[in-house]
């Protein structure tokens, strides 16, 4: 990446999705999603596949219609799916970057990145300054006179990205733009993602199912489920203080742990052992205790834990992410220790969980 590249910080609009829904047939697709995004923020939307990922960015770039709720940009309406109103796609100041790169076959590198500028009106020497720009900032300035058909997936990716940068679009928008990529030059490319980003000064908003993607991208995770929005914050915030049970086995390396108990007489039990004590819910009554991947360890059989069999010890900057099944559960936990498949262990457990959800999979404080 050189140096020369003019920064066009600050040009990011603020994203207010309120209440949003998206109906197909009887099915929401999208139900009541709402969040508040920041200027200049990178927001992943994270979820498993069929979750509404796609159809909330869809909206967001006006390529779908919202079935209800609004969609603004900073104080600007860009669909109210009550009234049905709407902004055209092509004037809400829009870049997309899909899974698939469609390359003009027949026009060199720098005329793909110029031809939307061509489009929008701009000079022939502004376009070249610009496109010579933003082939530096993802460094494939070399490859200007190449076709597409001579370069490599992850370049043409590239030049799919300069291509939607070039036009110094508001919002950028990103739907698992990497999956195409192999493992390496995934993790090599987010990197450059997050600083196109960065020097874009767009409000970016990321679609992928990979949550250490989204850990490693974001600054701000909504993470979909069914059409609903689990949780929106930042990935501290989701980390440190998921709101469902869902979140908290979901994002994490490893995640945190889930072991569901019964109330008896006041006491969280699993299995004979108290999850949590003081627990005012009557008998019968069953709760998910959290605890912090961080707190938990592995021991030989002898002494109080829950009972687990190993599957795989996985080496990791010098330790071993031991992967457990409890039951139909598989579990992750860091150990100095590298077990034998199929060892035969416990799961030991700090004195308080780090946070309780109840049946439904939301957070259960009662302490609040
Ligand atoms: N055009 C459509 N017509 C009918 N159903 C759709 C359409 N687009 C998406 N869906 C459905 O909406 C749900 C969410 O899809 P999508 O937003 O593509 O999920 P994701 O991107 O998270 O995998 C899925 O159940 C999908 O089958
Ligand atoms: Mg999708």
């Given at each position: 990446m050189t140096e020369t590249t003019t920064p066009d910080v600050g040009r990011g609009a603020s994203i207010t999705v309120d209440r949003l829904v998206k109906s197909f047939g009887d099915q929401r697709?999208?139900?009541e999603v709402s969040m508040d995004l920041p200027a200049g923020a990178l927001l992943v939307l994270l979820?498993?596949?069929?979750?509404?990922k796609t159809t909330t960015l869809r909206m967001i770039a006006g390529l779908e219609d919202p079935s209800g709720g609004r969609i603004r940009f900073g104080d600007k309406t860009m669909a109210d799916g009550d009234s049905g109103a709407a902004v055209p796609a092509e004037k809400r100041g829009i870049g997309m970057v899909f899974q698939s790169y469609a390359l003009w076959?027949?026009?060199t590198v720098r005329a793909n990145v110029e031809w939307p500028l061509k489009v929008a009106g701009w000079g022939t020497a502004e376009r070249r300054r610009r496109s010579a720009e933003v082939l530096g900032m993802l460094g494939i300035?070399?490859?200007?006179?190449?076709?597409?058909?001579?370069?490599s997936g992850g370049q043409q990716q590239r030049v799919a990205i300069a291509r939607t940068v070039a036009p110094r679009p508001q919002v950028l928008l990103f739907d698992?733009?990497?999956?195409?990529?192999?493992a390496r030059l995934r993790v090599d490319t987010r990197a450059e993602l997050v600083e196109v980003h960065r020097r874009s000064g767009a409000t970016s908003v990321y679609v992928t199912h990979d949550q250490i993607e989204a850990l490693a991208m974001a600054t701000h995770i909504a993470v979909l489920k069914e059409g609903r929005l689990e949780q929106f914050g930042t990935p501290d915030e989701l980390l440190e203080n998921p709101q469902t049970a869902f979140v908290a086995e979901f994002l994490g390396s490893p995640a945190a742990v889930l072991i569901e108990g019964t109330v008896a007489s006041g006491e969280l039990m699993h299995e004979g052992i108290a999850?949590?004590?003081?627990?005012p819910l009557p008998d019968g009554e069953t709760l998910s205790a959290m605890y912090r991947p961080e707190a938990i360890s592995l021991a030989e059989q002898d002494g109080t834990g829950v009972d687990i069999t190993v599957l795989e010890s996985t080496p990791s900057a010098g330790r071993f992410v031991v992967t457990v099944r409890r039951g139909a559960k598989r579990i992750a936990v860091v150990s100095e220790t590298r077990y034998p498949v199929g060892a035969r262990l416990r799961l030991v457990l700090p004195e308080e969980p780090a946070a309780l959800f109840d049946a439904e999979g939301r957070r259960w404080d009662h302490l609040a």
């Open positions: 697709a999208v139900n979820g498993p596949s069929g979750c509404g076959p027949h026009m300035d070399h490859l200007a006179e190449r076709y597409p058909g001579q370069l698992e733009p990497l999956s195409n990529l192999d999850l949590a004590a003081a627990v």
